[in-house]
């Protein structure tokens, strides 16, 4: 529900702005497997490494330089006309894991 106000916010708030040449957009990652989140899981840095890999759609671990690099972008002037949308960083794969579970 969380990521869906954020969207929704974005998208108001890009209407509104977008007549001052501001541009608002949101990213949405998936699960990142940090130490927190594979605590909560109760894995290993190991186990939480390859259980992530085995229900990526693109066989790799989400980082948080994978969520960077996509901030960067929309920040960028190669992202110039993109305005009120959100960029899902999650390799593709729409599981309960991918959603931050």
Do not use: W
Not at 83 to 89: E, K, M, P, T
Request: net charge neutral.
């Amino acid at each position: 529900m969380s990521k869906h106000a954020v969207l929704g916010l974005a998208r108001s708030a890009s209407k509104q702005l977008g007549a001052y040449g501001i541009r608002v957009n949101c990213v949405s990652p998936g699960a990142i497997a940090t130490p927190l989140l594979r605590g909560a899981l109760g894995v290993s840095k190991e186990e939480g490494e390859r259980m992530f890999e085995s229900r990526s759609c693109l066989k790799g671990v989400l980082k948080a330089k994978h969520v960077a690099d996509a901030v960067v972008f929309l920040a960028s002037e190669e992202a110039e006309f993109i305005n009120g949308h959100n960029l899902a960083v999650d390799g593709g794969c729409n599981d309960g894991l991918s959603q931050g579970i």
